[in-house]
């Protein structure tokens, strides 16, 4: 049965601490021993007291003490340690998610809205808790219990035990079949609360664009309906788990009649004592709890079991970059790049590259310039290894990327995005990105770099201010200038720009090239290029078309063949520069 394979994975997961897992399982034995010794001991003190010689009742009364005094002290020991190893795992479920999940491949997380993906984590590991808890506090001595409960009900009277197990068989049958029915239509249910939470997380992701468009109205709307279409379909759920409630109260309800009707009729042909009757009564009172528990507790199973099925879904993703076995550390490179026949596709049917070549020498200045799709941010991310090429090499001084450890590879990458990708910290924390280590000497020193320490010093609270979501409450230029600073921190041989300047004005921007100028100044440098000085200053120009490299050179070769890297220039393709911009508004 899927849900109780789902239940065993995650009681697996208490694996690291299975010794003291095992000690909680002891004393839940205990327990279930305490639990079938009260019946029995107190239908034999009634014994005791109906029989002519009453002697027995205060040592069985005393015995029956001690039995309960042990099981008190058997469940604070169970709830104390349970608490301690509940919460510990729940910690480790954080920590086991949020690590996997956050290396997961970007084309997981293009499938994975961050809203949706923070619901799997929060509802997935506050499910994981609450089980490992009441599997420990109630469930595990529960089962005990009626293991334990039924042989031995079977060996004082098989002819009342027969009616307990009647009683279990009819929970039994009745709760998988109402699992059977409900469960396609919770599954529904919860896929319905993941699209609730995308929504929610692309509306507060996208605020501006919802107040500055009036769509309030129409979000909430949305959400409304959404939020209907849960209700439609979790009634039909509720309404036979609701059934189901009632039929096992009515079960229970008969059974205990049936035992005194029987038990009567028994003790009148001399085959069990009046004490054994209240032993069985007591024994059928306290499987009807344990029984209504256990069902309760399937219940509550049921309800979890698609949000931990998605949490295990996301944990048994596999990251397509990995490491290869016996991967090498890279060290530090001198930054020779080349590229040798690069194929790659996004969709296999239709490739993003084809049979890319070309050698960018150490400390080159490399500029990718081509029309839109033409294939220029792909060719970047398969240097710092987002993907992997389907056919072909890239190799840094000589190394197949392929054959070094990822977090080798990558320190010998700085990237400065289009978008810099800010987070919710202080602009501090955010520059630490690039050098964690880094004192406040190399933080002043490449924010002064690049251009970014007046802008800085105008925050209330400096380097300390907090940066709002995806960095909203900077201008774009602040953005930048913050990912420039980190880059220079990082300080690694091989940079990538991916148009580090769009966002800033003419006269940041004279600042920040020249702050460019000073941070690519002996590194191998790749640029997705749309300003006319940076490709005229290029070492090397690739021409991308169609995912294809079309023409490679420098800028005075690649205007005398007159293809299309001089059609792009002719037609005005590349945008002056702020120091050309200003010649040109002067002479107008």
């Known amino acids: 049965m899927p849900i109780l394979r789902l239940y065993v994975r995650v009681l697996a997961m208490l694996a690291p601490e299975r010794r003291l897992a095992i000690a909680l399982a002891i004393a839940n034995l205990a327990l279930a021993g305490v639990y079938f010794l009260e019946p029995l001991l107190f239908g034999k003190v009634v014994d005791a007291l109906s029989s002519p010689q009453a002697g027995a009742a205060p040592r069985l009364i005393a015995l029956w003490a001690l039995a309960g005094f042990g099981g008190v002290t058997a469940a604070v020991w169970t709830s104390l340690h349970a ?88 929970f039994a049958i009745s709760n998988a079949v109402t699992v059977r029915r409900t469960h396609k239509a919770q599954g529904e249910v919860e896929e319905l609360h993941n699209e609730i939470a995308t929504r929610a997380g692309d509306v507060f992701g996208n ?154 020498a150490p400390g080159d200045t490399i500029a990718l310039v081509g029309p839109t799709g033409a294939g220029k941010s792909t060719v970047l991310s398969l240097l710092y290894r987002a993907y992997d090429p389907s056919g072909g090499t890239v190799a840094i001084d000589g190394h197949d990327i392929r054959g070094v450890t990822l977090d080798s590879l990558r320190q010998n990458i700085g990237v400065v995005f289009q978008d810099p990708g800010m987070f919710y910290r202080s602009i501090l924390d955010n520059l630490r990105v690039g050098k964690p280590d880094a004192d406040l000497a190399e933080i002043e020193r490449a924010v002064a770099a690049a251009e970014a320490a007046a802008f800085i010093a105008r925050k209330p609270e400096g380097l300390e201010t907090l940066v709002a979501e995806r960095g909203r409450s900077l201008s774009g230029g602040e953005r930048q200038r913050l990912a420039i600073a980190r880059a220079m921190l990082k300080d690694a041989p091989i940079l990538v720009l991916d148009e580090a300047t769009s966002a800033l004005d003419n006269a940041t921007e004279v600042r920040i090239q020249r702050a460019l100028d000073t941070l690519t100044r002996g590194r191998t440098t790749f640029v997705i290029a749309h300003r006319l000085s940076t490709v005229r200053n290029a070492d090397l120009i690739l021409v991308l078309e169609n995912g294809r490299l079309v023409e490679q050179g420098r800028f005075d070769e690649l205007i005398r063949q007159g293809g299309l890297f001089a059609r792009l220039a002719e037609d005005g393709k590349f945008a002056p520069d702020a120091a050309e911009a200003r010649s040109a508004e002067a002479a107008d």
């Open 83 to 170: 608490d301690r190893l509940a919460h510990r795992r729940r910690l480790a479920a954080i920590a086991a998610f949020f690590e996997h999940a956050a290396a997961l491949p970007l084309a997981f997380h293009g499938e994975y809205h961050t809203g949706r993906l923070a619901r799997i984590m929060n509802n997935g590991v506050s499910n994981l808790f609450n089980l490992w808890l009441s599997f420990f506090r109630e469930h595990l001595a529960t089962l005990l219990s009626i293991i334990v409960m039924v042989p031995l009900a079977l060996s004082m009277n098989w002819k009342l035990a027969l009616l307990m197990i009647a009683l279990m068989l009819s």
């Open 207 to 360: 605020v501006t664009v919802v107040q500055s468009f009036t769509r309030l109205r129409n979000e909430a709307a949305a959400m409304k309906a959404m939020m209907a279409r849960v209700l439609a379909a979790q009634y039909p759920v509720l309404r036979g788990w609701a059934i189901l409630s009632v039929l096992n109260r009515a079960a229970s309800t008969l059974t205990i009649v049936a035992i005194f009707a029987l038990g009567a009729s028994l003790h009148a042909r001399g085959e069990i004592t009046v004490g054994g009757i209240v032993s069985f009564v007591g024994f059928a009172i306290m499987l009807i709890g344990r029984l209504e528990q256990f069902a309760s507790f399937l219940s509550s199973l049921f309800f979890q079991t698609q949000s931990l099925q998605d949490f295990f879904a996301v944990l048994d993703a596999r990251p397509t970059i990995v490491d290869a076995p016996g991967a090498t550390a890279l060290p530090r490179v001198r930054g020779e790049v080349v590229f040798d026949k690069v194929s790659f596709g996004y969709d296999p049917v239709q490739p993003a590259l084809h049979d890319l070549s070309f050698r960018a």
